[in-house]
């Protein structure tokens, strides 16, 4: 019972939400704000899929919002020059590069996640700022590049499933989901295990930045533009859908689909916030204040099952 209210939580809170804001608002359940809050939400989805495996391992990502932005400008300059291929290509190796980066220094270099990405974090906004003069150059996307088409709502969902179906796949169905698991579970015991522990690490970080350039390039295939002052603090509500969907911070346990339904839960929370009228600042203090309880609540729930566990285990 204890494990069910840890996995499938969001899902019940994000029903109940959605029947308060069908019952409060009529427009709140219409096919159009649906569509809406799906589309808006699918850049998050990427980004927190990524973080999602990372957390798993017992790590944590904090570039990924800059680098969701570097690879937004990176498309637009990319596609402007070289067509499709530059617009996708040029931010995905880069993206790439960046969390390959980081997966040695954390893996091989057993550098401390938290300090390696939140070095990333600076560089990859660096790199914009260069990239872009200081902000000041804002590259577009032409209008007949092929790059707008992926910008379609009904293409940015349709990513943003397949990456959560192949996700799924992934984490459940494959050797290296499970070695996910049993690194964020016990590094030291899956490292005698024979686990191949830093190559897992490696890729999952080399992961976590393809699917936050992903995000970027999904962004400005929407917008048709490479806007600079996006993604800060993307990766903190990466990490509150994870954990919100019942990831534990200290790795070892998680799932795609409670991710996905705290990015809903995010998204619904957004929208009840723009329907009420309150001051679109409140959503970060609202997000924050659902993180808190459900990390206290996790504590409480895993406390609770050792207890459990113990009790089963003593002897009669």
């Known amino acids: 019972m204890i494990a069910l209210i840890q996995r499938h939580g969001a899902l019940a809170v994000l029903v109940v939400l959605l029947a308060v804001g069908g019952l409060s608002f009529d427009t709140f359940l ?7 809050m799906a589309v808006q939400a699918t850049f998050l989805a990427v980004v927190a899929l990524g973080m999602t495996m990372v957390i798993i ?6 570039s990924v919002g800059s680098v969701y932005a570097l690879a937004g400008v990176l498309a637009a300059y990319g596609s402007a020059r070289w067509g499709l291929a530059g617009g996708l290509l040029l931010p995905l190796a880069v993206s790439g590069l960046i969390g390959l980066t980081q997966g040695v220094l954390v893996a091989r270099g ?3 996640p938290f300090i390696v990405t939140l070095c990333g974090l600076l560089f990859a906004r660096g ?20 790059l707008r088409t992926v910008g379609q709502g009904t293409v940015l969902v349709a990513i943003a499933v397949v990456c959560y179906l192949l996700g799924g796949a992934v984490l459940q169905r494959t050797p290296f989901g499970m070695r996910l698991f049993a690194i964020g579970g016990n590094e030291d015991a899956a490292s005698l295990m024979g686990l191949p522990v830093a190559r897992t690490k490696v890729s999952v970080y080399l992961m976590s930045g393809l699917l936050a350039g992903l995000a970027g390039v999904m962004q400005t295939a929407q917008s048709g533009s490479g806007v600079t002052n996006i993604g800060v603090g993307l990766e903190l ?31 619904v929370i957004r929208e009840l916030i723009n329907q009420l009228g309150i001051d679109s600042n409140m959503q970060n203090v609202v997000s ?27 002897p009669q």
């Open 110 to 112: 057993r550098m401390a």
């Open 57 to 62: 391992t017992g790590g944590i990502d904090l």
């Open 30 to 36: 219409t096919p159009y704000s649906l569509t809406n």
């Open 127 to 146: 790199l914009l700022q260069l990239v872009t003069v200081e902000g000041s150059m804002t590259y577009q996307v032409p209008d007949s590049s092929a």
């Open 288 to 314: 924050g204040a659902v993180l808190i309880i459900v990390v206290v609540l996790q504590t409480l729930l895993t406390r609770a099952r050792r207890r459990a566990s113990e009790v089963e285990h003593v």
């Open 237 to 267: 509500s990466a990490i509150a859908a994870a954990v919100i969907g019942g990831t534990m911070l200290t790795g070892g346990s998680g799932a795609v689909s409670g991710t996905l339904a705290g990015v809903a839960l995010l998204s």
